[in-house]
């Protein structure tokens, strides 16, 4: 079982960045896709990028695509999104996700809002 702890969210002017952060407990964490998600209120939840276990391939949502970086660190059990460029639109709650053989884990999200 994994276990995922988001970080990094917090509020932001238009325009600027954050980077997200989320650690993974667990001696396998290098076995599993990972992925960040996010979830707008009165929406449904979305996804934004993911990343393969070994960091070579990566994956984006058209609406963050050359915006959003995701990135991992094996050694330190932990994946990352960089965010730049942040807009209104994009705030939301964002999780973190683990997946390996169609077995997802989530956390419990972080909150990103972006002010006009």
């Known amino acids: 079982q994994v276990q995922l702890v988001e970080s990094g969210g917090g509020l932001v002017q238009a325009g600027g960045s954050l980077r997200l952060s989320c650690a993974a407990s667990g001696r396998t964490f290098s076995s599993y896709a990972m992925g960040w998600f996010r979830q707008a209120p009165g929406k449904e939840r979305e996804f934004v990028a993911a990343?393969?276990?070994?960091?070579?391939?990566?994956y984006y949502a058209d609406s963050v695509k050359g915006r959003f970086t995701i990135s991992r660190d094996n050694a330190k059990n932990t994946v990352y999104l960089q965010m730049n460029s942040l807009k209104p639109e994009d705030s939301a709650v964002y999780y973190c996700n683990a997946n390996r053989n169609g077995i997802n884990y989530w956390g419990k999200g972080t909150l990103v809002t972006v002010s006009s």
């Open positions: 990343i393969s276990w070994s960091g070579g391939n990566t």
